[in-house]
């Protein structure tokens, strides 16, 4: 009898080829025939496109096609140029005005990349530079420069929630804190940057892309272009990393347009500055005002959210009210009042980061509660605990919370770093201080969504799972080959399992948001189910037995009680005259909690994801620099599905958190971009990893309870607060503004000297 | 190969040094180290004569970048790109090393300090090459202080090199070059030759320190603005002194 897959350290089906070099990414596609593309950018934040002189490019050698914004308005083959999740805002090429330096402007087509890069080099826009806001705040004001005509007061997405009362609360609280907190935009920085090939072939188009959500990019083709959704194709790859950088729509509709026009398929691969003028995280501001009891019980809450969209929507509208249901964290809040707010700026338009939405929010009420904590003497986790939501409590939503286990994770989390002992080391030069801290975090996942799957078998013997879930680092294809074989009792070596291809995988939403393995693994269940039952008939028969008696053991049908009486599926399938039998199942999740924008309530995610960090630093006071040197992170998983890769998902969240907080940070000057390549913006490297680094994946304890959950972002959101809290712990100075820059951290030490002196 | 990337430099030609073995490996001659042009910065980081003659520039070489750019980048590329926040050039001007450069008029030599000249430039000629670094081991004591504002990976934000040899419990000769904070390498002789003949104590460390922040006028960056590099001067350079003190009497010195 084969042993339940679930929770085995089954190897990644590909794990060789990513060795040794022989996996197929999108970026070693190519098509018989391709040109390659090449983007020109405007070197302006702002302004309106006076002409873009294209006649010495269209004439150097190799070039097949210069396109504009303008060749694309006139194009009647193009129903509509816009694009976008929230707002169909976003031209493929800048039409009329430009509003981000870096916004692709024209791009050339030619036969060789490098004659594409040549070419492009020649064309010059003329722009007529107009006033920019680059700063949420400053474009949130009357009379800031208006990035959209049609949203003259630059709004990209407003959600309110309310509840209890407030201003009463506030009344009667022991004491009132208010405090604002800000987190920069970043870059998720995947390896492999955006990549696609574009082939129109009789008036049907086929997009290999380098994209999380294949089904969202072929809706989008597809209403670009006025076709059915079955005229366009998109197959992706595995991804060279994702972490939201590749989610929604990104160069595609670019590329799908140069290929129609150049009238050849089109491969475009972005460069890494071009990379970080694609997507970017939203910077924020947020401010928090909190009512404590005497006992820190936190009475009534005040929660205020200004989100960076960028120069184009894409979520930020409906993001918003993710961010209103985040911001609260796991804490129990009847009286409270939530506003988020996005304004569009001449910025990188905005996009997912791992932990979207959610790691800016973090930082605030984390860092908030320690600093509430400090200022009542209370031990920041011991008022965390009096705070804490459990089972059944209500959330700020007012839907009411199930399966919750955030004290659990605190403690975990507590313990490992020692809390309570003393963090100084045996052996530090004086000028080191150590210090603790932790955080508690919760997320929403995507609700309401879709994932459907299909499970196949055929008389060859061979099960195949569909799925458009993208693997992209996290191992997802194993994962359903895991999962499939788990539901159908079989070893997941002889599952196969088929990359995202919308004509041949069934629909899904988005690999993002930490939904795949929970979605897929509900929807693969119900295929499953139906398939079994399926053979179960095919094969009683056959063997003219009651359906009831038929059993499935290792891929094989047995008739209860005779167990010589065996049939491979195959077999069964065969006999039939079936060639192949599948069967699809669907998840679907249904929520409400947004219907209202301006009233928030009800279900705002059919399950918390829920994470905890402890980080212990050491700070230099020479130098204000922070060294992160221990770093435990615990996820509640429900039933972990691969404990080496759940493993890897919680501590490499924490060592990409590790970015944010210390230096990541989109520089700007004058409108422009200043640092966009890896050497100007720091990533972490293997050497800022914590000396120690430790996770732990929490399980259900009753063990009847198989309900998956993912893990993939459980910890991010809490260790910049956690390594926030641990240098106040260690140096005495509350740094309220991400990242923890050693020389912001030396300035507050200088001031703190100076008010104590 | 980043500038090439980033589109600031577009050469016709590049020629491969690879094979060139003659000009790759470490040897002495007399008490002079002498690199070969083409020794990548892994083989002097690794190799036994610097590792016991000039440890701290065996440590600068080691903490360039990662393992990959050490493997292919070279001594004398590492001095000919002439990169303000590069982490040799200060060691190896410290040190009173020099560039053996070979041209159509034949061979000349010249003191690292002299060879870079800016930001990315150097005295070298047309068609000229250097063929080795000669590195003299006067130090009896040497160390290299890299500070690094935000990655692992980055470059410095301030690097600081020191050496010294030492008189009994005086300074008979005491270098400090400070990198990565200004176009050029920063070294002023006469701050330290004024402590010669002294004890390296708290006082001098902090003089000298202090002298040291006051003389350099740094860049702003995102690696620091010029107020906080001139803070981290001081530190830096305190913190080399007091290894250099830390060493004295140890043979071989720190790093």
Redesign the interface.
Known sequence: MTVNPIGLDYPMKDARDRVVGTMRFTIDHEVEGMAHARVVRSMVPHGTITSIDTAEAAAMPGVIAVVTGADLAADDRIASPFFGIGRKDQPPLAIGKVRYAGEPVAVVVAETERQARAAAETVWPEIDETPFATDHLEASRPGAPVVHDDWPDNACGAFRLHRGDPDAAFATAHRVYEMTYTTPSANPVPLEPHVGVAHWEDGRLTMWSSTQWPHVVRNELANIFGLEREAVRVIAFPLGGGFGAKGQVKMEPLIACAALVAGRPVRLQLDRDEVFFTVAKHAATMRFRTGVDADGQMIAREIELHYDAGAYANTTPGGMGNAVVRSPGPYRSPNIHITANGWYTNTVPTGSYRGALTTQVAFAYESHLDEIAHDLGIDPVELRRRNLLHDGDEYATGESMHDVHFAELLDDVANAIGWGESAAADGDPPHIRRGRGVAVILKSTPTPSRSEARIACRADGTITAYSSGVDMGQGLSTTIAQLAASALGVHPDVVDVVDPDTDITPYDAMTAGSRLTHAAGIALGHAATDLLAALAELAADQMEVAVDDVEHVDGAVVVRGAPAMRTSWGQVLADAGVAELARDGVFQSEGGAFAEPMDVKGVASVHWHQGAVAAEVAVDI??G?VTVERCHGAAFAGRVVNPTRARQQSEGSIIMGL?PT??EEY?LDNGQL??P?L??Y???????VPVALTSHNMEHVDRANNEIHGVGEMTIPAVAPAVANAVFDAVGVRIRDLPL???RV?RALDAQETTDG | MLMMRQGLVDPARLVSLERLDALRGVSLDDNTLVLGACTSLTDVAADDQVLQRAPSLAYACQRVGNVRVRNRATIAGNVAEADYASDPPAVLITLDAECVIQGPGGERRAPVREVITGFYETSLAEGEVITAVRVPTWPSASTYHKYISRSSEDRPCVGVAAAARFAGDEIARLTVTVGATAELPQRFDDVTDAVHGGVLDADTRAQVAAAYAERIEPISDARGSAWYRTRMVEVFVRRALEDLAHAHGVAGGVR
Do not use: C, Q
């Not at chain 1, 720091?682 to 800022?688: A, E, R």
């Open positions: 020479e130098t620099k970015g210390l230096f520089l200043v640092n390549n050497s100007d720091m990533i972490p490297s293997v050497l800022d820059r050693a020389e030396l």
